[in-house]
């Protein structure tokens, strides 16, 4: 099937500080990618849908000068949250459409103290 | 209303047994059917697609889709300890809406052996 990886998996850092996260498909070319959020015990939440070569589609409630997202290439997504606080602490996943479905990157855990 | 609907559960079944999980959509002009299985701590992975009314099967999983009543089931016989997850329903729009999914909040799954 087909492989989106993220990086990092993992990262915990302080109150202010910027932290960027990658999600790359490694077998596919992917147009179109997705970034959810998602708390504990919680079902995803769409954050923004990011574009191949324009601007990212934001839903309702999510600050896009928070949470910069760039899809500069076929193959890579970038988040990047902004002056992070703790209640930004939450797993975020991305998610490659491919036609017949997404494949979910395995997710990063963030932790803001 | 919420837009995809599904017992929030949680669902036990002992082993072996047929596992059934439920999904109603409230927009009508809905294309396609998704079922992903998200275990604890870990992203969700997709399992199976449907698109047309009735039943499809891969290998221990049937989807079955009714457009008419705006239902989507997932049946998972022989149920494994392993089945043990939260299952959720996705379904995407059409149109520019087409790669976009809606996400139900999932069902948790607890398969007793």
């Known amino acids: 099937g087909a492989v989106v990886s993220q990086h990092p998996s993992r990262v915990i850092c302080k109150s202010g500080t910027s932290v960027k996260i990658e999600c790359r498909s490694l077998d596919f070319q992917a147009t179109t990618m997705f970034w959810y959020r998602q708390f504990p015990k919680q079902s995803l939440m769409l954050m923004a849908t990011?574009?191949?070569?324009?601007?990212?589609?934001?839903e309702q409630g999510v600050e896009k000068d928070k949470f910069l997202i760039n899809h500069a290439s076929l193959t890579l997504s970038t988040l990047t949250v902004t002056s992070a606080h703790p209640e930004d602490s939450s797993f975020y996943i991305c998610?490659?459409?491919?036609?017949?479905?997404?494949?979910f990157g395995p997710g990063t855990r963030l932790t803001v103290l | 209303q919420k837009e995809v609907e599904q017992n929030s559960g949680p669902l036990s079944v002992p082993e072996g047994a047929i596992a059934s999980l439920n999904c109603t959509y409230s927009?009508?002009?809905?294309?396609?059917f998704f079922w992903y299985r998200q275990y604890s701590g870990k992203s969700p992975e997709l399992i199976m697609f449907i698109y047309s009314n009735g039943d499809k099967e891969d290998g221990r999983f049937t989807a079955q889709l009714n457009k008419a009543s705006q239902y989507v089931s997932l049946l998972i016989r022989d149920s494994q300890p392993s089945d043990s997850a939260t299952y959720l329903c996705a379904v995407n729009g059409e149109g520019t809406n087409a790669g976009k999914s809606t996400f139900g909040d999932g069902t948790t799954l607890t398969v007793k052996p």
């Open positions: 990011s574009n191949e070569g324009s601007k990212a589609t934001y």
């Open positions: 998610s490659a459409e491919r036609g017949f479905g997404q494949y």
């Open positions: 927009d009508r002009g809905s294309q396609s």
